[in-house]
Nanobody
Framework: QVQVVESGGGLALPGGSLRLSCVVT????????ITWYRRAPGKEHELIAS????????NYAASVKGRFTISREKGENTAYLQMNNLKPEDTAVYYC?????WGQGTQVTVSS
């Protein structure tokens, strides 16, 4: 059974940092790209970062480029999203996606 589980969300101050994790089990994690999305209240899903299967091809939405870093650990079946210099507009539920599989999301709130 495939499971995608995100964690690491929470409350952060503007300018602060959080690190999200995405653990994938029951699937050949290493063969596929990983993508992080987010959904803010009243808005559509936004693709914010992706990383190729090999880890060498990274892509970011303009809204997070230079502040967020996506990475993956092959041996741990885990992907990460390091989020720095957070802004209130980063408040959203963050989801990890691998092919047709999604996690339940983790809430990130940026507020003073």
């Amino acid at each position: 059974q495939v499971q995608v589980v995100e964690s690491g969300g929470g409350l952060a101050l503007p300018g602060g940092s959080l690190r999200l994790s995405c653990v994938v089990t029951g699937f050949t994690y290493s063969l596929y790209a990983i993508t992080w999305y987010r959904r803010a209240p009243g808005k559509e899903h936004e693709l914010i970062a992706s990383i190729s299967a090999g880890g060498g091809d990274l892509n970011y939405a303009a809204s997070v480029k230079g502040r967020f870093t996506i990475s993956r650990e092959k041996g741990e079946n885990t992907a990460y999203l390091q989020m720095n210099n957070l802004k209130p507009e980063d408040t959203a539920v963050y989801y990890c996606n691998l092919r047709d599989y999604w996690g339940q999301g983790t809430q990130v709130t940026v507020s003073s």
